[in-house]
């Protein structure tokens, strides 16, 4: 049973820092490409950043200088160090995996953590 659990969230001011972390299960982690999305209210979710199995990261314009993406194979867990964090970053954070089976490829989900950045 594969499983994405974020844990990391919470409340900090504008300009603080908060390091989130997702640990996996139930798939090949160090082949699977992982990253962070973000959902605010009555927007869309989006892209914050992605890492592939071999480390190669993607940042969304928007905190590109300001956060960084980070994995550990051998402790099955991607990490999302958030700095200089603004307002207009508060948002659920959804842990996201890309998993390659024998039948195939399939992404999954975590179920979220909530970043409140206050003003």
């Known amino acids: 049973q594969v499983q994405l659990v974020e844990s990391g969230g919470g409340l900090v001011q504008a300009g603080g820092s908060r390091r989130l972390s997702c640990a996996a299960s139930?798939?090949?982690?160090?082949?699977?490409?992982v990253g962070w999305y973000r959902q605010a209210p009555g927007k869309q979710r989006e892209l914050v950043a992605t890492?592939?199995?071999?480390?190669?990261?993607n940042y969304a314009d928007s905190v590109k200088g300001r956060f960084t993406i980070s994995r550990d194979n051998a402790r099955n867990t991607v990490y999302l160090q958030m700095n200089s964090l603004k307002p207009e970053d508060t948002a659920v954070y959804y842990c996201?995996?890309?998993?390659?089976?024998?039948?195939?490829?399939?992404?999954?989900w975590g179920q979220g953590t909530q970043v409140t950045v206050s003003s």
């Open positions: 996201y995996a890309h998993t390659h089976w024998t039948e195939g490829e399939r992404d999954y």
């Open positions: 139930g798939f090949f982690f160090n082949i699977a490409s």
């Open positions: 890492i592939t199995s071999g480390s190669r990261t």
